[in-house]
């Protein structure tokens, strides 16, 4: 991984301080990777739940606190990072230690995605965006500087905590591509597995949590109906589902052989005042990034992901992602 990176530093395709904070990530992802690996063993007592609530109301689990902390301790210790968000902190950090005189950034980031699958041994993630900071004295960031839309991310990926533990990432430059390493747990080194992720244009297999069914708005309820009459219907193809119920492991697979994986609006959520299910700025962002890079598109139903001014750190929204011919053909019908 370092070889790796410094040959980007050598075509300036990465600069010093990106690579400080990709690499604090990394830490970051194999502490996280060996709790969880030890959570079930001795009397650790960090799984379940953690009897406290995110600012979105939802109950913590004890690995999203600690997984939290160990992303926000290596993070806040580089100068180059300006701040941090996370969809475990009421409000965002400013670093009071950074260097604001050369490049600096801010760090968003999911830090265990997916958290219901821990205590049932299934996939989970860290999921992170890194955008730049504009401002040289601390005193004058607020959250404010924290809301860029997703095309302006310098940075995302994902750490996946599966039966082995990826890293994906990519950077603003489509040139790059999206690429995929392996943690050798032997010698704590990333080894690249997979380079320039390419998604199928069609596909035949989609994700959705489809017990939300009859929550959705008409136009997926259309889409999804045409799916379920595969060869029957006006799609003429059998269609396959897959849910895994963590965005990192269901966007894996689509980035890994195709698909579409949405979490689309629905009246449940909309009764309670939210935007979809997802977090535009630690889940939505990044992952539309990555999908944009690897030839995929990422829409909430009208517009691109990418594009959508956010207007509040914790804002979420609906979530439509996959192979682009897909991804089209859904878009039609929120025409
Ligand atoms: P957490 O990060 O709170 O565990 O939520 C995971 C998630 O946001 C996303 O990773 C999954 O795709 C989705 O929730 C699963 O939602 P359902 O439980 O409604 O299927």
Known sequence: MQNYLNNLKNQQLISDNLTLILNAIIKSGVEISTLLENAGIGNQNILGSAETENVQGETQKKLDVISNEIMQKNLLNLPCVAGIASEELDEPIINNNANLNGDSFFVLFDPLDGSSNIDINAPVGTIFSVLKNYKNNAKEISEQDFLQAGNQQVMAGYLMYSSSTQLVFTLQNPNFGVNAFTLNKKTGEFLINKANFQIPQDTKEFAINASNQRFW????????????????????????????????????????????????????????????????????????????????????????????????????IPVILGSKNEIDYIQEKFA
Do not use: C
């Open 217 to 316: 708005q008409p136009q997926i309820q259309e889409y999804f109906a045409e799916l379920l009459q595969g060869t029957q219907g006006k799609r003429q193809k059998d269609f396959n589902m897959r849910w895994l119920a963590a965005m990192v492991a269901d966007v894996h697979r689509v980035l890994s052989r195709g698909g579409v994986f949405l979490y689309p609006q629905d009246s449940k959520m909309q009764k309670k005042g939210l935007g979809g299910k997802l977090r535009l700025m630690y889940e939505a962002n990044p992952m539309a990034l990555l999908i944009k890079n690897a030839g995929g598109r990422a829409i909430n139903g009208k517009e691109n992901i990418l594009d959508v001014t956010p207007e509040k750190l914790h804002q979420r």
